[in-house]
């Protein structure tokens, strides 16, 4: 995990940029490197990941061409054999050193042949241009913003942004920036034609392509851990790559200390698979203590992804303090792909269709923002192994009707298609979905319920009215939410297009609660 900082101009001084710069450090305290460089100034953060020397440090340069990427660009070692073999010369061990050769082969064509994380800013000297993109789902965060003078400015996080531009942007996932454009080179939920093979076939394909998505993220420099909740998303990918390591590898749980829903099965998770495993509990103390630095850190007011980035946020801190992991496998985008609780309750086949589509265009804003920002900000590396491009494409073109939850059992393709193999027992291979802010004890979100109702007084709907410009907060708890995040990001809530919420346009889920608790269907989600 790393940050890069790129402006077009100089329309702020160079003490205000790099002031700015500086905001996030903690995604690459390894390394730093600011200066001015092509039309403005360029920033780079490094949290070594491959290739570990001082010669992996970005940017990197040819002649006064620069490119520096925050990313994690896989199968890089055959594309540079190819590229060494077209005349391209390498000096370090890093993925991303490739990234000029590419452009000077391929142009832009490029970004579409990538099999990646990441996001990343170019200057092509020789035309005096800028060239940024971003993932086709949007793991690795980038923003932009227009300065004082007009030109255009890149970072990782809105908090670089946010004091020199007007108005910070989330970077599309799947779009190139060229000549003050922005072009979609690749959206995964855009299918053709639905797969018309059988239930065997489809499941099949589902467990080779997620088996070698969790492989490619297993190769990295530096301890790798994972991260697991006892549900099924998090205990497959853990299993998986059990079996392909061949040794222990070293699992992290977290939960309240009274109520813990997800300890005990991820325990039980752990112990078929064999591997090393810590758990971790957190209290209502740190909960309330660590609300702040979660707002500022996720940069969102969204109810869902702060509740579930309170725990993520504890357990990686823990981690960082306690162990020699520096990269993390996560559960991530499985929900968006196969169905969430809510989803039993989608109209048809197409309605199912088009609100995955909604939610992995928007998971940049929500799911997958809280798994970088959570895991970044404690100098970690996130990787979701559920948002390998060939996964998703597959899975978007599955026919829908046999996603619907037909079998009384959400995500069962997922489930079924890890039948065989001895990846995990039947009792968690078929436990029913409980959310991650849920499963972390109901006490938690309690908690924070408990302490926005003492926070506010009936008038709170009129402090709430100041915020009607964009997403209102509906809830005391949302009001104590959107409050903080003005704190750090005033008059920046765009950046987060909605509140993550059940579909309420669906009998069943018109609710004013993003808990899958408050859902008819949660049945025994939550023991």
Known sequence: MCSIFVTTGKGVSYAEAEKAFYETLSRGPDLSRFGEAGEGFVGFHRLAIMGLNRKGMQPFYDGESFAVCNGELYGFRAVRKQLEEAGFTFESESDCEILLPLYRQYGVGMFATLDAEFACVLFDAERKEYIAARDPIGIRPLYYGY??????????????????????FPFPPGHYYQNGAFVCYCDPTRVSRYETADL?????????????????????????????????????????????????????????????????????????????????????????????????????????????GMGMY??????????????????????????????????????????????????????????????????????????????????????????????NMGKYLLRRAFEEGDYLPHSLLYREKAAFSDAVGHSMVDDLKEYAEARYGDDWRRTAEQYAYHCKPFTKESLLYREIFEKYYPGQAQMIVDFWMPNKAWAGCDVNDPSARVLANYGKSGE
């Open 314 to 407: 504890l357990i990686c801190k823990k981690i960082r303090s306690s162990s020699d992991v520096r990269v993390l496998l996560t559960g991530e985008i499985s929900d968006e792909l196969f169905g969430y609780k809510y989803t039993d309750f989608a109209p048809d086949a197409q309605a199912f269709q088009s609100e995955a589509q909604k939610r992995v265009r928007e998971l940049h804003m929500y799911d997958v923002l809280r798994a970088d920002r959570c895991i970044s900000v404690n100098s970690l590396e996130a990787r979701v192994p559920f948002g390998d491009l060939d996964f998703v494409r597959y899975v978007m073109s599955i026919n829908p009707e046999m996603k619907l939850n037909r079998y």
């Open 200 to 308: 065997d076939t489809v499941c099949a394909q589902i467990r080779e392509k997620l088996v070698a998505g969790i492989e490619k993220r297993l190769d990295a420099d530096v301890p790798v851990g994972f991260l697991l909740s006892g549900g099924l998303d998090s205990s497959l990918v853990c299993a998986v790559a059990q079996k392909l390591l061949k040794k222990p590898i070293r699992t992290f749980a977290i939960g309240m200390e009274q109520d813990a829903i997800d300890l005990k099965y991820a325990r039980q998770a752990a112990d078929y698979i064999g591997s090393d495993h810590t758990a971790f509990t957190m209290t209502r103390e740190e909960v309330l203590s660590s609300l702040e630095t979660v707002i500022k850190a996720l940069a969102t007011f969204d109810i869902t992804t702060i509740r579930a």
């Open 147 to 168: 300065m004082r003078d007009g030109a255009i400015a890149f970072a990782s996080e809105p908090k670089n942004l946010v004091a020199i531009v007007e108005k910070v």
